[in-house]
């Protein structure tokens, strides 16, 4: 069984790296996933706070040996995510999703047909030039996006000049279609209803992240937490939707937590508030409650970010 820091190693690439790669949900099949047991997660925001905030120790080596061995695609060049992932568990089902900022197309493709298996598509720059034919009535000058494909696991990229799009787990022709789809209307790959999308209405900020939580995945979470986090594993076995929303600063970040919790666990949200709190590199700015869910504000030394959530979670 993994341990608890390789299970939070696991949870953090799923909020940061795969957006990053643009992996992400593909379902809007609504409050049906969650009684198969999936959780949908949906990320938005700029990667550009990584450069404030840093990263958990526990991802740290493999955010640096993939910038090492992908040379085409800078984390410099990304300028906003936005990606949603359906997960069982803890594994990734199926996903879309969109990154922006300026790239190059053919040092992207190429790269990736040499370090991985994804194959560009034979007459895929025609292919992809519908976003630019349908509305304009005419060809753009300059190269059309790459299109790129992968068979296990299946996976479809559009790579722009300006934005890549991605599909996991899909047919490689729903993929392709959906991709192609999203350029053509200029909008994300993501569906709006992804996550938890009233969740996701009401936060706002340099990254916002929320989620459905289902069975399986509470399950997963509450099997790693230690015994010792009474509070939070009542507060897990409770939540039926969570959402955090990040504003970074030099000196501080602002987190707004918004949960969707059962009425009789939501005393563990005050002695988590508390736990918080107590170290001083966090202040509370407010907390609200309504019918069914709750909102607590905390203001947090960006260079303490990570470190006083660690603790939390006695990893």
Known sequence: ??????FLRRAVVLSLGGPLLGAAAASSDGDARLARGETAVAVRGSPQVIGLTGVPDAVAPQITA????????SPAAVEHVSASVR??????????????????PDAIATELEA????RRVTGSRSLSERAATR????RR???????????????ALVVGGQRIDMAHGLSSDDSTERLLSAREQSRSAVPDDAGDSELGAVLDGDVVVHATVGEQTRHALRAELPESATALDTLVRGTRAAGVSAVVGPETTTLRYVLRVDA???????????????DESVDELGHSA??????????????????????????
């Open 290 to 315: 309504w019918s069914d869910g709750l909102a607590v504000e905390m203001s947090v030394r960006t260079a303490a970010l990570w470190a006083a959530h660690e603790r939390l979670l006695a990893v």
């Open 141 to 155: 000058d300059g190269p059309g996006p790459e299109l790129l494909t992968r068979d296990t696991p299946t996976a």
């Open 135 to 138: 509305r304009s009535g005419k």
């Open 66 to 73: 993939a910038n090492r061995r992908y040379q085409s695609l």
């Open 115 to 118: 370090k991985t298996n994804f």
């Open 1 to 6: 069984m993994p341990t608890r820091r390789r």
């Open 87 to 104: 997960t069982t568990g803890r594994e990734i089902q199926t996903g879309l999703g969109t990154a922006y900022g300026s790239f190059d």
């Open 264 to 278: 009789d666990h939501r005393h563990a949200v005050d002695s988590l508030r508390d736990e918080l709190s107590a």
